[in-house]
């Protein structure tokens, strides 16, 4: 398991995360990379818990939202089935004092960039559901993505920030660009016709018209 911290977290975060995954004993999986999730939390019916984190984030995502979800497995340890009683709700307050202390350690420049550290600090003052609801954040995670070599810098932009109608590309996907909805856009992919609610925030590659 330490392999797989080496290669997904930054160095300094390495021991942490895996003294994390001793601690609570849960399955941990790479994911693909999903469109509507970073990662998730989930109890299996044999009682086991299972973490599963997407595998294209960069060390800082990764981390943020290793831990976002290790605070789910910290809420599920103290409380049990309770979490799923309507007064318990899964971003609520348990699980917010669970990932401000989960994160407590980390908040260093040995572990975290001071571009991403400042914005940080702010999200865990009121933690939510995603990271997406902090734009200021996302938006100094994104500085550390590594682009693909068949990418341009240039094409890539935030799914918020293009008009209705644009034509863009997410995993591999085409998509039209539709109305914004709370924190997601409702878009429609090229080839099924089926509408997706994708994150504003998520990262997407501009198509020219001579591509779409």
């Known amino acids: 398991m330490i392999n797989t911290f080496l290669t997904h977290v ?11 995954w ?28 299972k973490i599963t984190v997407n595998a294209n984030l960069n060390p800082y995502a990764f981390l943020i939202t290793y831990v976002h979800e290790v605070a ?42 001071a571009a991403i550290l400042t914005p940080l600090r702010q999200y865990l003052n009121r933690p939510a559901a995603t990271t997406y609801a902090c734009p200021d ?15 341009q810098p240039a094409s890539k932009r935030l799914l918020r920030d293009l008009p209705e109608g644009s034509v863009f590309k997410l995993s591999q996907k085409k998509y039209v660009r539709g109305t914004l909805r709370r924190t997601r856009i409702v878009c429609k992919e090229s080839v099924t016709g089926r509408s997706y609610a994708i994150l504003a925030h998520a990262l997407v590659t501009v198509m020219m018209n001579d591509e779409s």
């Open 10 to 20: 930054p160095p300094k975060a390495v021991d942490y995360c895996q003294h994390l």
């Open 137 to 151: 954040l996302m938006l100094a995670i994104r500085q550390f993505d590594g682009d693909k070599p068949d990418e």
């Open 72 to 113: 789910h497995a910290d809420v599920h340890a103290q409380y049990g089935l309770q979490r799923r009683s309507s007064s318990l709700k899964p971003h609520g307050k348990p699980w917010q004092l669970a990932f401000q202390r989960l994160m407590q350690p980390l908040l260093t420049e040995t572990v975290f960039p």
């Open 22 to 49: 001793q601690q609570y004993s849960f399955q941990l999986h790479i994911a693909k990379p999903r469109r509507t999730r970073l990662g998730d939390f989930r109890v299996l019916p044999n009682r086991q818990t």
